[in-house]
Each structure stands twice: as C-alpha cells, then as structure tokens.
C-alpha cells in the first residue's frame, strides 16, 4: 500500500512552499564553473565588512568548550543587552536568529481559531509560521510599497492575536517614524499582540526613527524583535531575540526550545556588543554604499524605493528574472523577489565600494542585453 505522507502533515504545512534562501556563492560557483573567489553575493542583506575582531576571538576562545552545552539562559547576553537598552533581563527571549522567535510567538499566541496580521510585500517569514499553525492570513494591502498602517489597525477584529510590523520593512526597505509606530499601537485593543520586527534598526539614525524598546513599557502588548545578522555581522551564529513585558517572555521562554542559542554563537554575540566602533563602520559603510547604488540608478534612469536597511529594491521591469540570470553570469547573486508580489525588482544587498561597483557594471550590461532581446 503506498502511503501519502504529504497528506499526512496538518493542513496548514500541505500548503506551504520553502522559504527560498538567497543562492550561496559555492552554488552558483558550482552550476556556472565560476571562480567563487570572484562571485559578489548581495542577495541575503549580510555585512559586507565580515564578522567583529571582538566576535571572532569570541569565538576561538569558546571552541575550547565544544563538548559543553551552552548556557540555556543566555545569562552573559542577556545582562550585556540589559544594560545597554535598559530592559530587564526577564524581558528578553533568545533566539536561533530572529526567525526562531517570530516562529516562537506564533505558536504560543495564535492557532487554528485566530487571524494573524500583516502587510503586502512584508517579510516572507510572517505568513510562513501563520500557516504551519493554521492561523488565518490577513495580507493588508501596502501603500507607497510599506505598510498601511491605519488599514492594519482597521483589520484587527475579535479574532486577531497577532499582528507583523517590519519597520525597517524587507524586501522594500520602507520605514514609519516613531509617531506613525506609536499612534498604530495606540489603536490596537491590549489582547492584541503587535510584533513590531526591527531586524535592520541599527542602520537608522535619524532622531524621528522609531525605538519600539522606548515603546514597551507604555504598550504591554508589544513584542520587539531585533537581531545580530545585519548590522552586528553575525548572521552566520544565528542569534535573535525579542523585548516584551515579562510575562509575555515567561510565556515565549516556556516554548522556546533549550539550548537554542549555541555557545559559539552566545560568545560571539555577548563580545560584538562590545563592539561600538564596528556597529559605527558598518552603519557608514551601508550609508555610502545605498548612496552609491542610488546614484547609478539615477544615471541609469531605473526606480527604486528609498531604503532605511542595508539593502534597495531596484525595478528592472518584467524582463528582471533575465536581468537575475545575466546577473549571475557576471558572478553577481542578487535577491528576485516575485515571491513577495514584486516581479519587476530585484532586491541588492549594500556591499562594500568595489562589489557595488561590479554590480552596477553587471547590471548595465545585463540591461542592455535585455533591451536588444525584447
């Protein structure tokens, strides 16, 4: 008898399709026969300048105890993130990234009887773990590419649990300032938990930039969710976490799975936050870089979305798959993004001065042949 084991997995997870990774240098080496030395990856919004000093002898010093589990707590972590965003230590829940908390909330605050919220073009992740739990989708239709934040609020109903704000947003980089964040929690009934995910906030400098952890204390529904793959350089460790009243971490750290945080990846973390002139050099870095990128734009006479992460939505029109394979043939991995509803963009990664510089000229060209195509 043969048995149909995809039919045998709850209704929620038949329907899922694979979160689509940026493509790794090594793959594209392989498929192509490319020297990986000479592949650029701007696909998955990772630091150009590589990991922190501080964090790699972190690292060293912690192989040395391989054999050991980690520390299940986080303790040393989570006292150095206490102290430098004042919260308490009871507030915060680790996580393997980001992506494993917002997987986390989900499954303690929403099932198969609730409605989650989010917003068109908003990270892929959020309907992902709204579906493996049979929660009910509700996409509210973006405005100007980000979010629409009175329609999100009007959506709530009796029936939501959760609502997903990307703020900066991925794949299109938009951002609402602090009083657009504070008005929005202002409208959510209290039952209501709103996951405000900051995964790119350290690049933001501006003194109306939104800070939810200022926001926890005078919204106890609030949930913020930030991480160390982007502006800290680590997203290799995978290490994440999330900001809320402390008994909605009672709640999260009940569920959270042991030791979920590794003891290389807790180290590294715990020093990079040490780290000050790092988080200043990739902060600059990524500013010159997303002015670069506009600027050839501009010349190239293509429209992007202004962007506050380390990343830019570029649109190449409805030939951007082919401009995506041209791409790869010069050695440069972008992020296609039809997956979010975008087929026209193409999402860039803001690397370091040269690798813009090889992608502008690969994107020239790879237009080019385009055009002489259509």
Known sequence: MSIDYQGLAVKGVQA?????????????????????????????????????????AAVEH?????????D?????????LSARLGVGADQITLGNGSNDVLEVIARCFAGSDSEVV??????AVYPLVTQAIGATPVTVPAKDWGHDLDAMAAA??????????????????????????????????????????EAYCEYMTGKKD??????????????????????????????????????????LNRVRQ????????????TAVLDDEDYLQRSRAANAAGLKQLEE???????????SSGNFIAVEVGPQAMGVYQALLAHGVIVRPIAGYGMPNHLRVTVGLPAENEHFIDALSKALAAAGQGA
Request: charged content about 15%; proline content about 9%.
């Open 156 to 197: 709530v109903t009796e029936h939501t649990r959760l609502v997903f704000v990307a703020n900066p947003n991925n794949p299109t980089g938009t951002v609402h300032d602090a009083d657009a964040i504070e008005a929005f929690l202002g409208k959510i009934p209290e039952d209501v938990l709103v996951v405000l995910d």
């Open 296 to 306: 050839a734009f501009d010349q190239m006479g293509l429209r992007y979305i202004p």
């Open 62 to 70: 912690a192989l040395t105890d391989l054999c050991l589990y980690p």
């Open 210 to 251: 939104p800070d939810g952890v200022a926001l926890l204390n005078r919204f106890p529904n609030l949930i913020v969710c930030r991480t160390f793959s982007k502006a800290w350089g680590l997203a290799g460790l995978r290490v994440g976490y999330s900001l809320s009243s402390p008994a909605i971490a009672d709640i």
């Open 118 to 123: 989010f917003s068109q073009y908003a990270f």
């Open 16 to 56: 899922l399709s694979p979160y689509q990774p940026g493509k790794p240098i090594s793959e594209l080496a392989r498929e192509l026969g490319l020297n990986p030395s000479e592949i650029i990856k701007l696909a998955s919004n990772e630091n150009p300048l590589g990991p922190s000093e501080k964090a790699v």
């Open 258 to 269: 042991p030791f979920n945080v590794s003891s290389v990846a807790l180290a590294a973390a």
């Open 72 to 80: 299940g707590n986080g303790f040393e972590l989570k006292q150095k």
